[in-house]
């Protein structure tokens, strides 16, 4: 019987970057495991292919498969990119996966987004700010269509921390709000129902650790998975906050 080669691709080789910071005898090193390339195989597939038959011990995260949860963001031969999205054809034979920078390490390639990105949230207000409470059972105005689209392109942020764990002025500013921050708070100023003038927004932004911050290395926007224009809505700040003569307090 003829063979099918359209399940016996190469012979891949992840050297994985191992350590659980929980256990005080563990030290970072790389670990390879060497499986079988298939057709449409994805960075997904081949680690729980490693953690089904070979090492049930490795740490990764994932939920959705589809690139919406963000979840398995990680270091894809020193890129971040989420591993659901990422076909092994489209690499070489030997890949090397390392958590992602800056997030605090979980394990091997888990690493806690969630913390940081709540913790900026919280630092940015990134809520709608209402004047009044609203009536949960009052209809909002319609918003006209054009806005909404704008509106929805921001929210297509996963806030899987590849913008994060690729930018420079990140790894050397803790207090850094990141790509991430500056378009989650340009979607709120432009949401109509938020209250805040520019001078509020320009208050949490317009600072070293904001807009001001940044090195415009384009690392963000190369990165994003979802394609956003990330580096458009930081100059786009820094235009408006120098025509309006604002800048934050820290600043």
Request: glycine share 10%; with cysteine; hydrophobic share 40%.
């Amino acid at each position: 019987m003829e063979e099918d080669r359209s399940l016996t691709g190469r012979r891949l080789r992840l050297r994985i970057l191992r350590h659980n910071p929980c256990d005080p005898g563990s030290v970072p090193r790389f670990e390879t495991f060497a499986l079988d390339e298939t057709d449409g195989m994805t960075l997904f597939i081949a680690l729980n292919e490693i953690r089904a038959t070979l090492d049930p011990s490795l740490q990764f995260d994932f939920v959705c498969r589809a690139g919406i949860c963000g979840s398995c963001g990680m270091l894809i031969d020193g890129r971040p990119g989420l591993a659901c999205r990422t076909l092994t054809k489209d690499l070489g034979a030997e890949i090397t996966l390392a958590p992602l920078p800056v997030f605090e390490l979980i394990g091997d390639l888990s690493v806690d987004t969630g913390k940081w990105m709540r913790a900026m949230s919280e630092r940015l207000e990134t809520w709608v700010h209402a004047q009044e409470e609203t009536d949960p059972d009052r209809l909002e105005a319609r918003m006209d269509p054009e806005l909404a689209e704008r509106l929805y392109e921001l929210d297509r942020c996963i806030e899987c921390g590849c913008c994060v764990a690729g930018c420079g002025t990140a790894r050397m500013r803790p207090d850094f709000v990141g790509a991430v921050g500056v378009n989650k708070l340009a979607r709120f100023r432009l949401d109509p129902r938020d209250t805040r003038d520019d001078a509020a927004y320009y208050a949490l932004v317009g600072t070293e650790e904001g807009v001001f911050g940044c090195m415009t290395l384009l690392g963000c926007e190369d990165v994003c998975p979802k394609g956003l224009s990330l580096a458009a809505q930081l100059a786009f700040i820094r235009r408006r906050m120098a025509l309006q003569g604002l800048r934050g307090g820290s600043g």
